[in-house]
């Protein structure tokens, strides 16, 4: 009889990131963790390819809240992805949402976070404002041919924009987001869309939390 462990990860605070002059400083904090293992910690330019930049031992077996910390000391990048890659003590991997960490630059709008570059139904993007003013979005294919746009009202603060995907085959695709004179560009992946594996981070009653 092959004995199997009952693994979870209760996360309080989801990964979130802030530029220093010394690095880019990571931070996500835990409520429960069950045969938790490893975090690692994923880093991108791009936002389609990551590597391991680093990994924090987990707590195990834990019933209270437990804060995580990682700095990329010497991370100078404009703008760079991050993501967690948790690692379970029965071989189990899932993946946090990827925040984006931009330098402060005199810009009306940086990106903050984005659900994630491997999308199946729908790319969900949060973004800051400076300004009041109009957010336009466009998804372009893989040779640069606009292939749907939409314009989006941005208010001065925080603003989140959702861009389905389901009418559109497997493969990549950019997504690029104008303000006035300045534009972003976001490179995703449509992946298919398979069965949730046990353990994903999903979002329930406005905390992050694995099922």
Partial sequence: MVATLNAKVTYLDGLKGDEFDMGNL??????QETNSKTFIVEKSINGASFSE???????????KEKAYSYL???????????R????????TVSFSHTIIVSKALDNNFAMINISS?????????SYTSSVDSEMN???????GS???????????????????LDAYPMGNYRVAFTM??????????????????PNMVSKKNGKTTKN
């Fill in 117 to 125: 570059t491997e999308v199946k139904n729908s790319l969900e993007v």
């Fill in 26 to 31: 990571l931070e996500w904090s835990t409520l």
């Fill in 72 to 82: 990329d000391i010497g991370a100078t990048d404009k703008k760079a992805f991050y």
């Fill in 53 to 63: 930049v680093g990994s924090i031992e987990a707590a195990g077996n834990s019933s």
């Fill in 146 to 164: 606009i292939i749907y746009s939409e314009l989006f009202t941005a208010n001065k603060g925080v603003n989140e924009v959702a861009l389905g």
């Fill in 137 to 143: 979005v466009e998804l372009l294919d893989e040779g």
């Fill in 84 to 91: 967690l890659r948790q690692i379970d003590l029965d071989g």
């Fill in 180 to 197: 006035g004179m300045e534009r972003e560009v976001l490179t995703i992946m449509k992946v298919e869309d398979t069965p949730v594996e």
